[in-house]
């Protein structure tokens, strides 16, 4: 397969107090669309007067949809915040055509990096639609005041990357899928700097952070060369999906996907080994108890993902498509998974 570069992802500001440097014009009559967290931290940066302020409650379409059509005059469109804020930043600017500005204030996921829009249709994860950004920023003070959890999860959408090229691998043996030698190399890459990166990533330093963000954005750039999310996405994030499907909770995005690295990885036949370890050192805990996830509701999930993913007909073909999991492979993967997670 030839790769072509049809994409350069937005490179992010980076800096501190950054909201001050957006041009004037674009804060004259600002949208904003957020959480009251994050919201209470640049708060006193908008003109309360002429700032409309959404405070983000849900993630299903619906709502996006009432959002984006109650949006008045306005200049600019801000997600600030965490995912969701992100997502319904990019669906309320994609509808308006507004400029759109995203300021990340934790670093659990790659929503901020993405152009896709990702709402929920009766609990289920859709696209929906893409839009990209004017601005990116990322301002290092904002992120640092966030749990560090929050932060730490960021690694989730990296390790992905594991359980993600065996499926393509698979995929290209199974149903002569196109394969891309070159970029799944690159991909591997990313995941050896995140491992040799994990003290760094554990203190949460500035530098630790930047370096999040440009896994974020070159997984991304391999994402466009491909015209799919093979190179990061896969079964791992196929069973995420189905558990909160099944238990209609939400989760800290990274630290589950996580969780289901390590549960796919078992299930592929894959030494998962390393991963753990990578987690432990780092001070992800990716324990069912940790997440508030029971172990029948994992159990479930591992069992039902087979159904899930076959009804989920736009998810690209992986481990749980080829050989889904009884409820003994599943019970077993529970046992080995809880003893890497003690």
């Known amino acids: 397969m030839s790769v072509s570069l049809h994409h350069q992802p937005l490179v ?10 957006i041009r004037p014009d674009l804060r004259k009559r600002p949208v904003v669309f957020t959480r009251p967290e994050p919201w209470a931290m ?50 309320a600017a994609m509808v308006t055509g507004l400029p759109l500005l995203l300021m990340p204030t934790i670093l659990s996921l790659d929503a901020a990096f993405t152009r896709a829009i990702a709402v929920r249709q009766q609990g289920r994860v859709r696209h929906v ?15 640092q005041a966030a749990p560090r959890l929050l932060n730490l999860a960021g690694a989730g959408d990296i390790l992905s990357i594991t359980t993600a ?106 030494d998962v080994r390393p991963v753990a370890s990578f987690l432990r050192e780092l001070g992800l805990d990716c324990s069912l108890d940790s997440m508030g996830v029971s172990r029948e509701a994992m159990l479930s999930a591992l069992v039902h993902v087979g159904r899930y993913v076959l009804e989920e007909r736009q998810l690209l073909p992986g481990v749980f498509h080829f050989r889904p999991p009884t409820e003994a492979d599943a019970r077993s993967l529970l046992d080995e998974f809880e003893a890497m997670t003690l």
Request: glycine share 8%; charged share 20%; hydrophobic share 45%.
């Open 165 to 270: 090229l065996w499926d393509w691998r698979e995929a290209a043996r199974r149903l002569k899928e196109p394969y891309d030698e070159a970029v799944a190399a690159r991909a591997a890459g990313l995941l050896e700097r995140l491992f040799a990166a994990v003290a760094t990533l554990r203190e949460l330093s500035d530098s630790g952070l930047r370096l999040i963000a440009d896994l974020y954005m070159e997984k991304v750039r391999l994402c466009d060369m491909v015209g799919t999310a093979r190179p990061q996405k896969g079964s791992e994030h196929h069973l995420a999906y189905c558990l909160e499907y099944l238990t209609g909770a939400s989760f800290v995005h990274g630290q589950l996907v996580s969780a289901c690295v390590l549960l796919t990885g078992l299930h592929q036949g894959q």
């Open 129 to 143: 639609g893409e839009v990209e950004p004017s601005q990116i920023l990322l301002d290092l003070g904002l992120i």
């Open 42 to 91: 640049v708060a006193h940066l908008f003109d309360p007067a002429t700032t409309s302020v959404v405070v983000v409650r849900s993630s299903d379409q619906e709502a996006f949809l009432q959002e984006a059509r109650s949006i008045g005059p306005a200049t600019a469109v801000f997600g600030i915040g965490g995912g969701a804020a992100m997502d319904h930043a990019k669906y």
């Open 12 to 21: 992010p500001m980076v800096g501190r107090h950054l909201l001050s440097t």
